[in-house]
């Protein structure tokens, strides 16, 4: 019995190189040595840091070696093991064209090679008036500013993130992109009730009075319920869209700069103060703003909810960090008085005059300014605000292409157990500046608890842009009993593999549905390897890739949609394909 055991697996994984050798063929891909290996290797511990480095006109300095860095992990003087130039992160050379029926989320595929950044107009988090002031100024740019090497992707946020055009250096694509957005109303406004002075009159009558004050305080109350709902809402999502951007972007190599357009953004991702202890940090973060006079009368209610999401901050921080995501705010208010939101505020004249209004907006907007400074420093990139001319700063963002370097480096502390650590940089040459990441959460994704993978799956296929921490190419085609065949073949280098007993073991769940044309799914299929294999064959997996089949119901209609999905759950990382499919 054992031997039939064992002849079978043994012909299965015969089979399966088999075919993962003509799949391979059939994806036409390029040799290895051509294709830059992701920036995110599940199965290691190696940190990346990029670094910006200007001389004092703000001009990129070229031809740095590793050896003029030096770079400290909590105070510890770190081993540089990796390096990568400016001009290294140009050097990739185009991948050749998949054949019909192929698809692929592989890097190359992604983008051809070269720095890459997102333009995300952030509707979550912005009033009207300025969806439409940064939606033109972004047009200005890509129209007048816009150089042939730079590789722009178009992102909304609104209740979710989507993307409106996928990376390209065509400015006609990417105008068309930025022409489709429609400035829209926030979904998560919240009212303002009446203030008790234009009810309550000269000599009114004290039992009125009375009854009037408690309606007021009820009231009051029901704001502070809808303000802390918001505020809550508010922090999911825009939580969401980094996660989305991390599992976007991960996969892809080098540095990527995303230029969130935005009035404010409800959180910070740690607190300034990093000279606390443990139990200091958790009840620090997340610092969440309350100095705006709405959001001053959520009181307590808000105050309950700022430890709501800390662990998620954590995560999300932790995910941008090992992503190599750079976030540059860009405040799309342009330059404030105060009095901008003057119509908007009308409900409460009553409550304070012309000057305290100014005031509490002007110390709104600095907590939100500040907000975004330390977004920017927390990742690496940097901070534009009190500026008219949005695309002024968009062009500055650009320039970091040519300056970053990445450094990496094996932590000497191999403990991951959850906690910030500080990263400081050093540059071994004057006249020069440096901006790089402050540090990152030593988070091992494997303890992450609660994780719900079907959840997972659905938020990542939702965003409708590939997903890039599990790679893995797919066939789909019509099979002879009639269903919709699907072939995984997943880059086993993108998977976490543990040992277990002299053998090598893999644990994905791979994912198949098939969507109509209005987004409702019509049959769906997942398949779970959880299995050990032997050296010799461990190594063919490694060589050609993990092949998987799986079959569909094929559906009535047309413009169908087969959305593909492998997910890593060793550490939660997942990959996405979507694939159009017609009966």
Do not use: C
Not at 236 to 246: E, F, H, K, N
Not at 287 to 304: R, S, V
Not at 380 to 407: F, P, R, W
Request: glycine share 6%; net charge neutral; proline share 6%.
């Amino acid at each position: 019995m054992r031997f039939r055991r064992s002849l079978l697996r043994w012909l299965l994984a015969i089979l399966m190189f088999a075919s993962a050798m003509i799949l391979n063929r059939v994806v036409a891909q390029e040799p290895n040595s051509g294709i830059p290996s992701p920036t995110v290797r599940v199965n290691t511990r190696m940190v990346l840091v990029d670094v910006v480095v200007i001389d004092k006109q703000g001009k990129p300095v070229t031809g740095l070696k590793p050896q003029d860095f030096v770079i400290e992990e909590n105070g510890k003087k770190q081993q540089i093991a990796a390096f990568t130039t400016p001009e290294d992160a140009s050097k990739v050379p185009a991948p050749l064209p998949l054949a019909p029926g192929i698809y692929s989320n592989k890097p190359e595929y992604r983008s051809e090679g070269g720095p890459v950044t997102v333009l995300l107009l952030d509707a979550a988090n912005t009033p009207f008036r300025d969806q439409a002031y940064a939606r033109w100024q972004m047009l200005k740019y890509v129209q007048e500013q816009l150089k042939p090497d730079q590789r722009v992707a178009v992102f909304t946020l609104t209740n979710q993130l989507r993307m409106l055009q996928d990376f390209t250096t065509d400015p006609n694509l990417l105008k068309a992109a930025l022409q489709k957005i429609k400035p829209r109303e926030q979904d998560m406004q919240s009212a303002v009730p009446p203030p008790l002075s234009t009810a309550i009159g000269t000599g009114a009558d004290p039992a009125l009075t009375t009854t009037l004050a408690m309606m007021s305080g009820e009231a009051q109350a029901f704001q502070s319920i809808q303000v802390s709902y918001e505020l809550d809402r508010r922090v999911g999502v825009t939580l969401d869209a980094m996660r989305g951007l991390a599992r976007v972007l991960g996969g892809m190599p080098g540095r990527k700069q995303v230029v969130w357009l935005t009035a404010t953004f409800p959180f910070d991702l740690i607190p300034e103060n990093r000279n606390v202890t443990e139990a200091e940090l958790a009840e620090a973060l997340p610092d969440i703003h309350q100095t705006g006079l709405n959001t001053h009368a959520a009181g307590a209610l808000a105050e309950t909810q700022r430890h709501a999401h800390t662990e998620e901050i954590r995560e999300a921080s932790a995910q941008l960090s090992a992503a190599q995501v750079a976030i540059y705010p860009v405040d799309v208010r342009g330059l404030m008085s105060g009095m901008e939101m003057e119509r908007e505020d009308s409900a409460n004249r009553q409550l304070m005059d012309l000057s305290q209004r100014a005031g509490t907006r002007m110390s709104d907007v600095a907590s939100s300014q500040e907000t975004m400074r330390e977004i920017a420093a927390e990742t690496g990139g940097k901070v534009y605000v009190n500026q008219n001319e949005i695309n002024a700063g968009v062009d500055l963002v650009m320039a970091d292409n040519n300056a970053s370097y990445t450094l990496g480096y094996y932590p000497e502390n191999k403990k991951w157990d959850g906690k910030f650590r500080t990263i400081k940089v050093k540059l071994n040459k004057d006249g020069t500046q440096l901006r790089a990441r402050r540090g990152y959460y030593a988070i091992d994704p494997a303890t992450i608890k609660d994780r719900d993978s079907d959840q997972q799956i659905a938020e990542a296929w939702q965003t409708g842009v590939p997903a890039t921490l599990v790679t893995f190419s797919a066939r789909v085609k019509p099979t002879d009993k009639g269903k919709v065949g699907v072939d995984f073949l997943v880059d086993a280098h993108s998977l976490t593999v543990k040992d277990s007993g002299g053998k090598k073991k893999f644990d994905v769940d791979l994912y198949s549905a098939m969507f109509s044309a209005e987004g409702k799914m019509l049959s769906n299929h997942s398949q779970k390897i959880a299995q050990e294999f032997p050296d010799n064959v461990y190594q063919q997996i490694m060589q050609q890739g993990m092949l998987v089949h799986m079959d569909l119901d094929p559906p009535q209609g047309k413009n169908n949609q087969v959305r593909l999905a492998v997910r890593d759950n060793a550490t939660g990382h997942i990959g996405t394909l979507n694939a159009a499919w017609e009966p």
